[in-house]
């Protein structure tokens, strides 16, 4: 979604918040003129008052999640942390904002799924907004066996990034050696791209070419192998003197 519409997006929330308070605030003068002005009123708000305490306690109880919502509802339409169409992540839930209400926020993740957060998560959680600065980054991992020329590994990482169509940057990204492990070295580099978007399908395109081109320059990538022995074969070889032999 492309900023002027984040924009427009963004002004109607602060409407409708604008809208809400404006409700409330009517709300509560009405009630406290009526109050003032009924004669009966008094006695009325007495009896209510002294015999309505108990009551208070059990709605209060029971709407507390709902009134919960609500409030924290109007502070994220007051301080607006994000706004439709912003990529943002909650907790553990990453997606796109596509409401906001007084009672929930809800997300489009890359799947498709809808996810529908109650705004006291949302309020009591970390929120990272991926919409708020240009571009979008995430770093992609790929291991190299043991005895490989790492200059040469790096600089096919760097130039398969940096000519993907998809990249965004004006000079050739880093490749990091991130760790030394059991069966190879790891080599990372962050794939920049204009849109979150497009940062999925360049990362996915970027891996696919570097194995090809690692294939093509005889660059091995390491993987765990397992060897077997069959306990039959083992006796039939050392029957036949061609195995390990017993010896008491």
């Known amino acids: 979604?492309?900023?002027q519409e984040r924009s427009s997006s963004g002004q109607t929330v602060r409407s409708v918040f604008r809208s809400y308070l404006l409700r409330f605030v009517f709300l509560v003068l009405l009630i406290l003129i009526g109050f003032s002005i009924l004669p009966s009123a008094?006695?009325?708000?007495?009896?209510?008052?002294?015999?309505?305490?108990?009551l208070a306690i059990v709605i209060g109880l029971a709407a507390q999640a709902s009134l919960g919502n609500v409030f924290c509802g109007l502070m994220i339409m007051a301080n607006h942390p994000y706004e439709i169409g912003d990529r943002i992540e909650i907790g553990n839930d990453t997606g796109y904002?596509?409401?906001i209400t007084l009672q929930y926020t809800m997300l489009r993740t890359y799947l498709n799924e809808s996810i529908v957060i109650p705004n006291t998560i949302v309020s009591s959680s970390r929120i990272k907004n991926y919409s708020r600065i240009s571009g979008a980054s995430y770093p992609i991992e790929i291991s190299v066996a043991y005895g490989t020329n790492l200059d040469k590994a790096k600089a096919i990482m760097q130039n398969v990034v940096f000519h993907n169509i998809r990249f965004f940057g004006d000079s050739k990204p880093t490749v990091l050696v991130k760790a030394a492990?059991?069966?190879g070295i790891t080599l990372k580099v962050v794939i920049m791209t204009k849109t979150p978007e497009d940062n999925p399908v360049a990362c996915s395109e970027c891996l696919q070419q570097?194995?090809?081109e690692f294939t093509k320059e005889g660059i091995e990538i390491p993987y765990p192998t397992h060897v077997v022995y069959q306990k039959d074969v083992l006796k039939s070889e050392e029957e036949h003197g061609t195995g390990r032999k017993h010896h008491n």
Do not use: E, H, N, Y
């Open 1 to 3: 979604m492309g900023q």
């Open 42 to 54: 008094a006695g009325i708000w007495d009896k209510l008052i002294s015999g309505s305490g108990m």
């Open 181 to 183: 492990g059991d069966f």
């Open 210 to 212: 570097i194995i090809s």
């Open 97 to 99: 904002v596509t409401g």
